[in-house]
């Protein structure tokens, strides 16, 4: 009969008597081939089932790191191009913007200078056209002082005639007329 | 210590309570660690997945220290699975056998005789650790040596056994009594240290008269050493392990 059919069956028969047993701590037997066995069968189903998927996720995890370490590597030289960048623009802009204040201020100057100069121009141009309206004024003022003179010798010299009868007070008249005439402004 | 129940099997006999420890330690472990990979996830792990990833750095560090990693890798599985499950096995044979009362019915596979028996009873007030057992230590140190040859023979060739004949051929005789002596020492040095801490808590719950109480006062202390051999042990058995394969398959000097 097969060994273990017998061993099987001397198991159940121990079960019910009382089996043998052993007082030596010393005591080798099968014991250490069934132990031997399911160590290996332990571990097999341990690195199958436990060790190799766990060690697949720490390779995974680590992997991930890595990953995550690089592109923020990566992220970081990025952002300090683009900060570069960004300053040389804004140094640009600012040149920029000062060469824009300068020429400005420049057009404001020759602007304001030629405003000067035009409005220089139009006060001289005024002054001319105020003198030359003064001057006007004057020469009207002494024709017509011209013809008030011319009038009021006629008038004189008709009343010269007027009073040609009396010769003896005729000096007397003239020189009265001639006073009248020379307190006149001409 | 109490008698060991064998169980017959074919023409010979197994150490029925070794044996049924062994598979509660196998099914603890087991669950531990499916557990913790139960949530498995390259993200933040878990309490459980985080213990376990530091166990795995932990002995993968061990491996770095001692070889070339690239040449002892293949030995990580296997060391996992060694130091988790040496140290489970010697820790639980500290735990107080609270099913002994329930257990003394049972006639089944004379589990009765192994783990029943009044509660306080010295005879099975633990259970017992696998570890505890000169088979399974043998078992361990079998396959250690295994490794040593292995690895030897993979990295170096027939140019591993050239070792044995240095530095002058007469040396073989020391060679050949450091390889056997390496896996016995291994095994008896596990096996003792788990075998005294378990005699010695029954010889503390033995101590008699109005000292029977006083159980109270030593056992605390040399629970919590036996925890600290426990993990000890587990340890150098890991260590040792590399330690021999990393010596067999390092390059001449």
């Known amino acids: 009969m097969n060994p273990f059919v017998i061993g099987f069956s001397n198991t159940i028969a121990s079960v019910a008597a009382a089996g043998p047993t052993t007082n030596s701590p010393l005591h080798f037997d099968y014991t250490y081939f069934v132990q031997l066995i399911s160590f290996l069968i332990l571990v097999w189903i341990l690195a199958r089932y436990a060790w190799k ?56 100057e020759k602007r304001a200078e030629e405003i000067l100069i035009e ?35 006629i008038a004189v010299a008709e009343k010269i005639i007027q009073h040609q009868l009396d010769m003896r007070g005729q000096e007397a008249l003239i020189e009265q007329f001639i006073q009248e005439v020379g307190d006149r402004p001409c | 210590m109490h008698e060991t129940v064998l169980w017959v099997l074919g023409n010979g006999t197994v150490h029925a309570k070794t044996l049924i420890m062994t598979w509660v330690v196998m099914i603890v ?15 933040t792990p878990g309490k459980l997945q985080n213990v376990l990833e530091w166990i795995i750095d932990f002995v993968r560090g061990l491996i770095s220290d001692n070889m070339d990693y690239k040449k002892g890798s293949s030995l990580l599985t296997y060391l996992l699975s060694l130091i988790m499950f040496v140290l489970f096995a010697n820790l639980i044979g500290l735990i107080p056998n609270i099913f002994a009362p329930l257990l003394s019915h049972v006639e089944f596979a004379r589990i009765n005789e ?140």
């Open chain 1, 53 to 108: 998927p766990l060690m697949k996720i720490m390779e995974s995890r680590r992997q991930f790191i890595a990953d995550n370490l690089a592109q923020a590597e990566q992220e970081r030289k990025d952002a300090e191009k683009i900060r570069l960048e960004y300053q040389q623009e804004m140094l640009k802009a600012r040149q920029e913007a000062q060469s824009i204040i300068e020429k400005a201020t420049k057009n404001s």
């Open chain 1, 119 to 153: 409005a220089r121009k139009e006060t001289e141009k005024i002054k001319q056209g105020a003198l030359a309206d003064i001057e006007r004024e004057r020469d009207r003022a002494i024709a017509d002082v011209k013809a008030q003179v011319i009038d009021m010798s």
């Open chain 2, 29 to 43: 472990l087991l669950a531990f660690v499916f557990l913790g990979i139960r949530k498995m996830t390259n993200g």
């Open chain 2, 114 to 253: 192994m783990f029943g028996g009044a509660i306080f009873s010295a005879r099975t007030t633990t259970l017992q650790s696998p570890t505890a057992d000169v088979n399974t230590t043998f078992a361990l140190s079998t396959i250690t040596i295994i490794l040593v040859l292995v690895y030897g023979l993979k990295y170096k060739g027939a140019h591993y056994f050239k070792h044995f004949l240095e530095p002058y051929p007469p040396f073989v005789i020391l060679h050949v009594i450091d390889f056997i002596a390496k896996p016995l020492t291994l095994a008896f040095r596990l096996f003792g240290n788990i075998y005294a801490g378990e005699i010695l808590i029954a010889v503390i719950l033995m101590i008699p008269g109005i000292f029977a109480f006083g159980g109270i006062i030593p056992m605390p202390f040399w629970l919590i050493f036996c925890v600290f051999i426990g993990v000890i042990q587990s340890y150098v058995i890991t260590i040792l392990t590399v330690a021999y394969v990393g010596q067999a398959i390092e390059e001449e000097h």
